[in-house]
């Protein structure tokens, strides 16, 4: 199986964000990126708009810290 993998970088007023995502299927990615200064990994289920057929984030997911990342790592 191969998955996806994407870097974007966003640019806000000073701030410049890279960001990696790893598309694990059609539904589901893991993203790590920064949120005012702070490394997230976010694992989350994405849903596609019916009105705009964008893919959107959904509700179901969870934003982890480096560090507890590495204790689920553990």
């Not at 890279?18 to 598309?23: A, F, I, N, P, R």
């Not at 694992?43 to 590495?70: F, M, N, Q």
Request: charged share 35%; net charge positive.
């Amino acid at each position: 199986m191969a998955y996806k993998r994407t870097y974007t970088q966003k640019e806000s007023g000073d701030d410049k964000t890279t960001q990696l995502s790893l598309e694990l299927d059609s539904k589901k990615a893991v993203t790590v990126s920064l949120f005012k200064g702070i490394p997230l990994v976010d694992i989350r289920e994405y849903y596609t708009d019916a009105s705009t057929k964008e893919r959107k984030p959904g509700k179901k997911g969870i934003a982890l810290t480096v560090e507890t990342w590495k204790k689920l790592l553990e």
